[in-house]
């Protein structure tokens, strides 16, 4: 599996090179071969067995790198899936086109659980408020990073208040010493 989120100022070598990376073991990657030269001689080093490439953001995608994507999809000698998420209209030609509904909450954390290893309990206030303003959005779900999106709780200090009061106690007997004495 290769999920690659593209943007406009992603190059056809970045791209290439976070497929490959994520596809195959420590790739050697010449950067002046597209896409399918490289995979097809990655594919004879090292089998990959099958591959599924997830790009989202498929509108930032260069017309060199779709018809080199289109190459790969049908002359790639293993099983080779390429799902692209656009919202531009016939970028690729004999591609199906589907339109997908936004992933349900359950749908959204076996995503997130692919991923993720240390995801949180459903009970996480913060974490059940991000599966719900993702609105089911692949791109989104996967930016999750624990550290911002966990609640800090902190246990007061109890020893703290006890300490004052010990103190307290004391300067009041003290004060009561005093006056008896006086």
Same mark, same amino acid.
């Given at each position: 599996?290769?999920?690659?989120?593209?943007s406009?100022r992603m190059?056809?070598?970045?791209l290439?090179s %976070? &497929? &490959? %990376?994520?596809?195959?073991r420590?790739? +050697? =990657?010449d950067?002046?071969?597209? /896409?399918?030269?490289?995979?097809?001689? +990655?594919?004879?080093?090292?089998?990959?067995?099958?591959? /599924?490439? *997830?790009l989202?953001? !498929?509108r930032?995608? #260069? @017309?060199?790198?779709?018809? @080199?994507?289109a190459i790969?999809?049908k002359k790639?000698?293993?099983?080779?899936?390429?799902?692209v998420? #656009?919202q531009?209209?016939?970028?690729?030609?004999n591609?199906?086109?589907?339109h997908?509904?936004a /992933?349900s909450?359950?749908? #959204?954390k076996q995503l997130? !659980?692919?991923?993720?290893k240390?995801l949180? +309990?459903?009970?996480?206030?913060?974490?059940q408020?991000? +599966?719900? %303003? #993702?609105h089911?959005?692949?791109s989104l779900?996967?930016?999750?990073q &624990?550290?911002?999106?966990?609640?800090e709780v902190? *246990?007061?200090?109890?020893?703290?208040?006890?300490?004052?009061?010990i103190?307290?106690? /004391? =300067?009041?007997?003290l004060?009561?010493? !005093?006056?008896?004495?006086?």
């Amino acid at each position: 599996k290769a999920f690659v989120q593209v943007s406009a100022r992603m190059t056809d070598a970045q791209l290439m090179s %976070e &497929l &490959l %990376e994520q596809s195959f073991r420590a790739p +050697l =990657i010449d950067q002046t071969l597209p /896409l399918s030269d490289n995979f097809f001689q +990655l594919v004879k080093s090292q089998n990959c067995g099958p591959c /599924l490439w *997830v790009l989202d953001g !498929g509108r930032h995608i #260069s @017309d060199e790198m779709a018809a @080199d994507l289109a190459i790969l999809a049908k002359k790639s000698p293993t099983t080779l899936y390429i799902l692209v998420a #656009s919202q531009s209209v016939g970028q690729f030609s004999n591609a199906v086109e589907i339109h997908l509904e936004a /992933l349900s909450i359950a749908e #959204s954390k076996q995503l997130m !659980g692919w991923y993720f290893k240390d995801l949180p +309990l459903d009970e996480d206030p913060v974490f059940q408020t991000f +599966l719900k %303003e #993702s609105h089911g959005n692949p791109s989104l779900l996967l930016a999750w990073q &624990l550290v911002e999106h966990s609640a800090e709780v902190k *246990v007061a200090d109890k020893v703290s208040w006890r300490l004052h009061l010990i103190t307290l106690m /004391l =300067i009041i007997m003290l004060l009561i010493i !005093g006056f008896l004495y006086k």
